[in-house]
């Protein structure tokens, strides 16, 4: 891979997270990735507090985004930012705990509905959703999945349409003119309006590892659905099949297009364990024959202990996964936290990030005092975010300097270093020079190891193993330096 493609966008097969996560992976998971960072928590910080980063998406010209999204973050945003006053953070993580209780009702309206044993235990270790996803289970679960079909449909389609009026609408208060935001992301990415391949083009199998690594046995399991539906007996089987259908042709329609992101896949995390949960319930089934309508067979019953050490299996390996996760990527989350302490520099201080852009964790973990938040030119030449403009119009802007090519600007980089208060840096075992590294002119105020996915064995980073994870992976530094003073 390319160091262009590499430092665009980090490897979502080794690098994950959410949203929305369950409560405690609220506080301790990673941030995710720069691209949803910027589309989504940058605009609700300049909703909040008049700054923020802003991507060429939510340019006026462009308007690939939709601000009712980020309207259903402000719903707790706003009260928190009233009652948190300065401190930003506390808004942050209110905010994802909002989403994942959302998240945690709709699971459970979804365990209700479909009536599976065993999906409510998938749900709560398999990926979390965001609010999309969630508006998706509301209508789809409107009605019993089991029978009411036509009722649910209708209802899905009613709300669908619902929401695009509402976008339309709100789009129109934000950029200032009358357009829709699902159009012109369907004109970029499908219709070959735009320029989608420039980046984050992979393979035709990259979801279906990006699969195995965050769901699991309960992936496999969900793609075998087909395989378990003419021979589970179960009454919910034909129509459970047309619940899931969404999964199959979500695949095969997100593998054909050349740009490729992990969180794509998020609209089919639920029915992913609807799928899995129904071949788990259906192991019986293969071993029940017609003169055993009592199911007593001993296949029968060893069938029926299969179940449980399925979902131990797929327990331990979510658990695997989750610790690999959080102590092999959360080093940038946690150094920004370390600003908090540095105040003594004093106000209008700069801090000024390399090759880590992709990776800084949002406006809400920089305290008020550092002024700006600056890139430096590390080789990449693609097209940065770029504060949002008030002077421009703000939401309402179309500046001159984004454009959809993703061609790098030259107001993107700050040129002069020596403006720099703070330095945040990922030190590797590479042969390239590190500008940390010149002790007459920083300091390290903040270290934490950080995995190095490249030196680093798939089978030993994907999945925590015991004392391998430690001693068979490489790690660097994720360093925050303070400018020496003179």
């Known amino acids: 891979m390319s160091l262009s ?3 665009r966008r980090p490897q979502q097969s080794d690098d994950p997270s959410s949203s929305s996560s369950p409560p405690p992976s609220s506080f301790y998971s990673k941030v995710d990735k720069q691209g949803s960072l910027s589309n989504y928590w940058e605009p609700l910080h300049f909703l909040l507090y008049k700054s923020g980063f802003q991507t060429w998406e939510y340019s006026s010209q462009f308007a690939l985004r939709s601000y009712l999204y980020i309207l259903f973050h402000e719903l707790v945003g706003r009260p928190a930012s009233w009652l948190f006053a300065e401190e930003k953070l506390r808004v942050f993580y209110a905010v994802r705990i909002f989403l994942a209780l959302l998240s945690v009702i709709t699971d459970t309206v979804l365990h209700k509905r479909v009536g599976l044993s065993s999906l409510a ?3 709560l270790i398999i990926p979390r959703m965001s609010v999309d996803d969630i508006i998706f289970q509301v209508s789809c679960q409107a009605h019993s999945l089991s029978r009411r079909f036509k009722q649910a449909f209708l209802a899905g389609a009613a709300i669908s349409v619902a929401l695009l009026v509402s976008s339309v609408l709100v789009d129109h208060y934000y950029y200032s003119g009358w357009t829709s935001s699902l159009l012109n992301l369907l004109i970029y990415n499908v219709a070959g309006g735009g320029e989608s391949h420039l980046y984050g083009t992979e393979g035709p199998l990259y979801y279906l590892r990006n699969g195995f690594n965050n769901s699991n046995f309960c992936f ?11 021979i589970a007996r179960k009454k919910y089987a034909p129509n459970l099949l047309i619940v899931v259908s969404p999964v199959y042709i979500w695949l095969a329609f997100m593998s054909l297009q050349p740009h490729k992101e992990e969180r794509f896949l998020y609209p089919i995390y639920p029915l992913i364990c609807v799928a899995a949960s129904a071949v788990i319930e259906s192991f019986p089934d293969v071993f029940r024959f017609d003169y055993d309508s009592q199911g007593n067979s001993p296949t029968v019953m060893t069938a029926k202990i299969l179940r449980p050490v399925v979902l131990s299996l797929i327990l331990c390996a979510s658990h695997a996964r989750t610790f690999s996760v959080i102590n092999g990527y959360s080093a940038p989350i946690e150094v920004y936290k370390l600003l908090e302490d540095h105040d003594d520099v004093g106000t209008g201080s700069i801090l000024c990030v390399g090759n880590e852009w992709h990776r800084f964790p949002s406006s809400f973990f920089v305290p008020d005092y550092v002024g700006e938040v600056r890139w430096i030119d590390d080789g990449f030449r693609g097209l940065l975010p770029f504060p949002f403009n ?5 939401t309402a802007a179309a500046p001159p300097y984004l454009n959809s090519k993703n061609k790098a600007s030259d107001l993107q980089y700050l040129r002069d270093l020596d403006q720099c208060t703070f330095l945040v840096e990922l030190q590797l075992s590479r ?14 105020i903040g270290a934490l190891p950080y995995l190095d996915r490249e030196l680093s064995p798939a089978k030993y980073r994907s999945f925590f193993i015991p004392y391998l994870w430690q001693h068979k992976n490489i790690f660097g530094m994720y360093k925050l330096h303070r400018r020496v003073p003179k």
């Not at 008030?390 to 703000?394: D, E, I, N, P, V």
């Not at 390239?432 to 390290?444: A, I, K, M, N």
């Open 390 to 394: 008030s002077t421009l119009g703000g």
């Open 431 to 444: 042969p390239f020079p590190s500008r940390g590294s010149d002790l007459s002119t920083w300091e390290v």
């Open 5 to 7: 493609t590499r430092l």
């Open 220 to 230: 496999v399991l969900a793609l075998l659905f087909l395989a378990m539906v003419p």
């Open 121 to 123: 235990f998938l749900e």
